[in-house]
């Protein structure tokens, strides 16, 4: 038997798939601000793309359409 929306269970949200991605880009950030204050050279291009990330995430899920 095939399972449709109407009858498929919902799915428990718990602390952990609530909070992953926020967690993941919260330690990125922390990563390229920790990088940027105490590297030179090839850190301060780490913390570059490390401060990115949250912003390309921000531009991506602003500019996706809306899904129905």
């Known amino acids: 038997m095939k399972t449709t ?7 428990r949200s718990t602390a952990w798939r609530v909070f992953r991605i926020p967690a993941l880009l919260a330690a990125v950030s922390i990563f390229g601000l920790i990088s940027a204050l105490l590297g030179d050279g090839i850190w301060n291009a780490l913390s570059w793309g490390a401060l990115g ?6 531009a991506y899920f602003s500019l996706k359409p809306a899904s129905t």
């Open 5 to 11: 929306e109407a009858t498929a269970l919902p799915r």
């Open 53 to 58: 990330v949250p912003l390309l995430v921000i």
